[in-house]
């Protein structure tokens, strides 16, 4: 063999052996940056997904913090109005010569049922699902209506 055939032949199977190096390197080349792509794709999935996660806990605590204000709002307005107001009509021996004052006091209570009636339909747009419980409230409220019809027929 001359010289000439020998660097042919050397030639050929470096450029065999550097076409397949080349070939296979860009080949991993292209499936790292498939998989980098891919890891970037299902990266920003996920922070979406705990994105819309932390906002329906949010609003799901949002929702829960307004319930309970509902319902306490409610069960304070319940206890002065019943209590405060309606239980509490003695002012009517200290101003029984004084109409003025007992009308005052009337509108006091006429004034609070309102309040109450308010808090009511808060606490029933939270509780709506609750079928039962908003029936011993009506029931209870029923009982306090007619109590309250009663003391304002006398004053």
Known sequence: MDLTTIISTLVIIAFILLKD?????????AKNLATK???????????????????SHFQKNDYLEKRKEALLSFYEQFILFSETYLKNISFI????????KIRENTEKIITEKGKLEKEFWKVTL????????????KTILLY????????IEFL
């Open 93 to 100: 021996d200290v101003f029984l010569f004084n109409p003025e």
């Open 37 to 55: 792509e891919d890891i970037e794709l299902i990266t920003a999935k996920v922070e979406n997904l705990k994105l819309e996660l932390a906002n």
């Open 144 to 151: 306090q209506y007619e109590y309250y019809r009663v003391t």
């Open 126 to 137: 939270y509780e709506c699902d609750d079928v039962k419980f908003l029936e011993n409230i």
């Open 21 to 29: 190096f080349f070939f296979t390197y860009n080949k991993e080349k």
